[in-house]
Structures are given as C-alpha cells and as structure tokens.
C-alpha cells in the first residue's frame, strides 16, 4: 500500500498467508482475492489469495471468512482497526452477485466430490455467482454472459483439487421473472 495508506485502487498488495502479489486492488478482485478473515472474535486484515482461501479458511454461517481449526495465524495479518476501514476494503473486493441463483441443490455425488477434495461446498458457487464460468468453452462462456441479459439457462464447469469435473446449472427464468433453481452435478449425472 502507499505510505499515506489511501486505498488506491493502484497499489500492490501481497496475501498475507503466502505473500502472492497482485498488483492492484482490481487485480485482486479479477482474481478472486477476499479483504479479511476471523479467528475467534478477532477480525484479522488481509488480504488473502483465492488458493489461500481455500486451503485455511473456510465460510462460516454468517458468510465471513474463518480461520480453519488447527491453522496458524499468518505472521502478516494484523488485526482490523475500525469498522469504516473494513467496509471501505470489503466494497471494493466483493462484488454482489450477478444473478438470484433460486433454491440451491446439489446430487449426493457431487457432495461427496467436494467433501474429499477438501474444498468448501460454496466455492464453485460464489465463482458461479461471479460470473466466472469455470471451464466451458468459449462459446459457452458467451451464452452465459448474453443468459445474464435475457434470462436463458446458465452453466458453469469446474474440476475440484482431485480432479472431478463439477457442472452448475442455473435454470432459465420463468414466468415470474425469477431463476427457481441452481443445481450442482457432475456432467454424468445430467
């Protein structure tokens, strides 16, 4: 950060857990990075990179990010001081989702996919969320970004750390003007 420690959106920043670089506070945002974690009652100032995200922490109920147990505290995290600073850090790395995503399900496989990769089963979905679609093509990638201006069908692919390929699936909107469902599977299961 800049010595007068103004939040530019040009500074530098480094994952406190790793010390991966990004360049920016929008490259951050580009890559998935998140502002902050807890630990107990203390909220720890990142930021943290999308492969430190899921390898120590994990999405508590209330949505914050949490310091996994048995985890140690990275030496370049340093406690939040002030709550404005925080909301101002928190708008700019999260962006509200893209679309309303309707009652989320998943097939006892692809639970059970995400549970041996050791991955968050909310992962895939935030990225969903986003707007990054993972691994479909080209052409599929297209669709789904025009999907976001007239409603149709929306996939999305990944493949967890131990290699299964995941599709999501957000149903096309329907005549109330709402997605009903999004659903998680593996591609043999549609």
Not at 81 to 100: D, I, S
Not at 121 to 147: I, M, S, T
């Given at each position: 950060?800049?010595?007068?420690?103004?939040?530019?959106?040009?500074?530098?920043?480094?994952?406190?857990?790793?010390?991966?670089?990004?360049?920016?506070?929008?490259?951050?945002?580009?890559?998935?990075?998140?502002?902050?974690?807890?630990?107990?009652?203390?909220?720890?100032?990142?930021?943290?990179?999308?492969?430190?995200?899921?390898?120590?922490?994990?999405?508590?109920?209330?949505?914050?990010?949490?310091?996994?147990?048995?985890?140690?505290?990275?030496?370049?995290?340093?406690?939040?001081?002030?709550?404005?600073?925080?909301?101002?850090v928190k708008a700019k790395l999260?962006?509200?989702?893209?679309?309303?995503?309707?009652?989320?399900?998943?097939?006892?496989?692809?639970l059970q996919a995400l549970e041996?990769?050791?991955?968050?089963?909310?992962?895939?979905?935030?990225?969903?969320?986003?707007?990054?679609?993972?691994?479909?093509?080209?052409?599929?990638?297209?669709?789904?970004?025009?999907?976001?201006?007239?409603?149709?069908?929306?996939?999305?692919a990944y493949t967890t750390l131990?290699?299964?390929?995941?599709?999501?699936?957000?149903?096309?909107?329907?005549?109330?003007?709402?997605?009903?469902?999004?659903?998680?599977?593996?591609?043999?299961?549609?």
């Amino acid at each position: 950060m800049s010595e007068t420690n103004d939040s530019r959106t040009d500074d530098p920043l480094k994952c406190c857990f790793c010390g991966k670089e990004a360049a920016s506070i929008l490259e951050a945002i580009d890559l998935g990075w998140y502002p902050d974690f807890w630990q107990g009652e203390t909220n720890f100032q990142g930021p943290v990179c999308a492969e430190c995200q899921h390898e120590h922490l994990f999405v508590d109920d209330s949505g914050e990010y949490v310091l996994k147990e048995g985890h140690s505290l990275p030496p370049a995290a340093t406690p939040w001081v002030g709550g404005g600073q925080l909301r101002e850090v928190k708008a700019k790395l999260v962006m509200p989702p893209k679309f309303q995503l309707g009652q989320v399900v998943a097939t006892p496989i692809a639970l059970q996919a995400l549970e041996e990769s050791g991955q968050e089963r909310g992962f895939y979905l935030d990225q969903h969320l986003q707007g990054d679609w993972g691994e479909v093509c080209d052409e599929d990638k297209q669709l789904n970004d025009q999907a976001l201006v007239d409603g149709s069908r929306l996939l999305s692919a990944y493949t967890t750390l131990r290699g299964v390929k995941l599709w999501i699936i957000t149903e096309a909107v329907g005549d109330d003007g709402r997605r009903a469902s999004t659903c998680c599977l593996l591609p043999s299961e549609y």
